[in-house]
């Protein structure tokens, strides 16, 4: 007997985010989340910061909006490799690791970030 994983109702457990999802990222986010980085986020990869689990997706790093980040290519190798380690604090705000040990936190400055705030 063979066991399919029926993901279409749990869009978490899917590698990709869907079309909905990857606008919220890229909008909340608006460049590369790497410290100083510009590179446009409709350029960059959506990276799970906790590293997705192809195998048994429901044991972490899930496709949701607390868990993604937009990275250009360049620094979503740097994270990928260790050299780099990052942690998502909260409304989309990370803290990266640097090779030294030193903390570098980053946030969001995409347009949804600035409609959020013109609006409280």
């Known amino acids: 007997m063979t066991y399919i994983r ?3 109702t749990r869009p978490e457990l899917t590698y990709a985010p869907g079309t909905a999802l990857g606008r919220r990222i890229r909008a909340r986010d608006g460049n590369c989340r790497f410290p100083n980085c510009q590179v446009s986020a409709r350029l960059c990869d959506i990276d799970h910061t906790t590293p997705f ?3 048994h997706p429901e044991n972490g790093g ?3 909006e607390s868990n993604l980040a937009c990275l250009c290519r360049r620094h ?3 994270k990928t490799d260790g050299s ?3 942690r998502q604090t909260g409304a989309g705000n990370l803290e990266w690791t640097t090779p030294r040990g030193d903390i570098i936190r980053t946030e969001p400055e995409g347009a949804a970030i600035e409609l959020a705030h013109n609006h409280i």
Do not use: E, M, P
């Open 76 to 78: 979503h190798r740097l």
């Open 53 to 55: 689990d192809h195998d």
């Open 6 to 8: 029926n993901t279409a």
């Open 84 to 86: 780099w380690t990052v």
């Open 62 to 64: 899930l496709t949701v």
